[in-house]
């Protein structure tokens, strides 16, 4: 258990509306990442985060921004919900820098209508 | 980074051992080879990763051969609480800040009576 729990578990929404997802940690891990998961596609990253105020694109951002006001919490924000990102999104942490191995948070099924 | 093939699905009965294999023929010297895991649902759970040598933790064993061009998962015990799909990823060490992990289809493993 790396103490990631991921708000809200599941949510509707409709096209258009603005969504925050967020990821919380309790062991003050530096590294932070948001992937979504789509049948066929696996698990994609879409930011990731290696300190406060510090985050970074991943390979399927557009569409998301991420917020890093306190190590423990990672925001993902859908700026404008579509129906494409209807997905599940999962947190993961890494313990110590990036080549650390990645724990995953419990996720968050996410439908845009 | 280096592709991985894995079975679609295995079967297993509970209480012997199950054995999953992972091809990764074009795998570099600075790539490991990390295991996941994910039971319907949930967050991916890590179980295990190796360069070379053969590693045992709790949960599993990992066997990766000489040439590094394979490997194998064993978990020792199975139990119905690990039907799940199995992942084989080869990760590069990384270098730089950004560190995903790329998940393919998996071996999905179902343990039965």
């Known amino acids: ?113 | 980074d280096a592709k991985t093939t894995q079975p679609p699905s295995m079967d297993c009965a509970e209480g012997r051992a199950a054995n999953l294999p992972c091809n990764h023929s074009t795998i570099s010297g600075n790539e490991y080879v990390y295991w996941y895991r994910q039971i319907h649902s949930q967050g991916p759970q890590y179980i295990i990763h190796g360069l070379k040598n053969n590693e045992t933790n709790e949960m599993a064993s990992l066997i990766i051969t000489e040439d590094r061009k394979s490997s194998t998962l064993i978990l020792p015990h199975a139990t119905l609480r690990d039907t799940a799909v199995y992942y084989c990823i080869v990760r590069p060490h990384p270098t730089g800040t950004a560190s995903k992990l790329t998940f393919g289809t998996g071996t999905r493993l179902q343990v039965t009576l």
């Open chain 1, 1 to 113: 258990d790396a103490g990631i729990t991921q708000s809200p578990r599941h949510k509707v929404t409709e096209t258009g509306t603005p969504v925050t997802l967020r990821c919380h940690q309790t062991e003050n891990h530096r590294y932070m990442y948001w992937y979504r998961q789509d049948p066929g596609h696996g698990l994609r990253l879409i930011h990731y985060s290696y300190g406060v105020k510090d985050t970074d694109k991943g390979e399927v951002s557009d569409g998301y921004s991420v917020s890093r006001s306190k190590t423990e919490d990672f925001l993902l924000t859908l700026e404008s919900a579509t129906s494409s990102q209807t997905s599940v999104y999962f947190c993961a942490i890494s313990r110590g820098g990036p080549e650390e191995t990645q724990y995953f948070g419990p996720g968050t099924r996410l439908l845009v209508l």
